[in-house]
């Protein structure tokens, strides 16, 4: 049985036994263990069914800190480290001796990110190794944004939850590499890529990838529920499939053809912070309920809409027929 609770000395004291325990951050909770420790890292990939070749960030408290596991820092991805850490930022850096291969899947770059949650930063800091730490997920599935959605798929597999509430974000951190003279968004997330240029200047966006993506959080079919999910228009949906089976997931408004104990009001203020937040554990809540399908509306393709956008239409590119 998985214990959840706010005590850090605990979550301490197992991290430091070589032991993984779920953790909070601003975006999504990870599944953490001693990023230096190989053991410790196969048994995050195995816990969370993840494929070797599909690396891990790698979590610490301080860009002093950040510094002593990576090489150089291209200026440009200095000035968003300053600018965006602690916070939903993501760093592919040149990675030092220190990290081990099978933390970064045979790559010389390191993931590397400071997660703004204030338990996690607390327990960082009184450990004298980094976090790697995956989503707390099982591989493809949706994110967790809470610690009951990490024990509803965790239980029983790692001792310890600790609990820091509802993610503030919501959307997993937006992940930037710098190559070949160019800042690159890997994985859009929760820094808005507007945000991002403020700092950077124009980036290039990677839209998908095929065999070998360089984030697989990009691989075609990923952070999908179980139930199939459509962008399909309503009006098409409704067509071909009995209406009691059918699941909405709306942005602002609940549209009037379904009961609205079928939809799920992303933000009724039209926030996309607040849509964001929302966003994974409506995904669950619908994946729970007795349905044939969900249809989703995309929400405006602006700022952290991009990256729901971006998620949606992952989502619905998985079919489990
Ligand atoms: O917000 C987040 O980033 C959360 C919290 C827990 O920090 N973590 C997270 O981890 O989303 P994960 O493992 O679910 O997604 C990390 C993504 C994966 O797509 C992985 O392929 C990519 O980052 N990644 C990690 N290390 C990499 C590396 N060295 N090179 C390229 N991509 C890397
Ligand atoms: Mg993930």
Not at 82 to 94: I, S
Not at 195 to 217: D, H, L, N, Q, Y
Not at 268 to 284: C, T, V
């Amino acid at each position: 049985m998985t214990k959840i609770g706010t005590d850090i000395h605990l979550a301490r004291q197992l991290l430091m036994e070589g032991q993984l325990v779920a953790v909070p951050t601003e975006t999504v909770y990870g599944l953490a263990g001693n990023a230096l420790d190989t053991r410790v890292v196969s048994e995050i990939f195995r816990v969370k069914d993840r494929p070797s070749f599909d690396p891990l960030i790698v979590h610490t408290d301080s860009l002093v800190r950040v510094k002593d596991l990576t090489g150089d820092i291209p200026v440009v991805l200095a000035r968003l480290a300053d600018r965006f850490m602690p916070g939903p930022l993501t760093l592919l850096l040149p990675k030092t001796e220190k990290i081990p291969d099978l933390v970064t899947s045979g790559s010389p770059k390191v993931a590397i990110r400071i997660p703004d949650h204030p338990l996690t930063l607390t327990l960082l800091g009184q450990l004298d190794f980094p976090l790697a730490a995956p989503s707390a997920n099982p591989f493809g599935y949706i994110s967790p944004t809470s610690a009951q959605h990490v024990f509803d798929q965790l239980n029983g597999k790692i001792p310890y939850i600790l609990d820091g509430g509802q993610c503030s974000i919501g959307l997993e951190s937006t992940i930037v590499d710098y190559d070949q003279g160019q800042v690159v968004i890997l994985r859009k997330g929760g820094i808005a890529i507007e945000e991002i240029e403020k700092v950077a200047g124009k980036v290039k966006v990677m839209e998908s990838s095929t065999s070998r993506p360089s984030a697989p959080g990009m691989l075609d079919q990923h952070y999908a529920p179980a139930i199939t999910l459509t962008l399909d228009p309503l009006a098409e949906v409704l067509t071909r499939v009995n209406p009691a089976k059918i699941g909405l997931l709306v942005f602002n408004k609940i549209r009037s053809e379904l009961s609205p104990s079928q939809q799920l009001v992303l933000s009724p203020d039209s926030s996309l912070q607040e849509a964001a937040q929302n966003f994974f554990s409506f995904l669950r809540r619908l994946d729970k309920m007795d349905l044939d399908i969900i249809v989703a509306e995309t929400v405006p393709e602006v700022g952290l809409g991009q990256a729901i956008n971006d998620k949606l239409k992952r989502a619905a590119r998985k079919t489990n027929s």
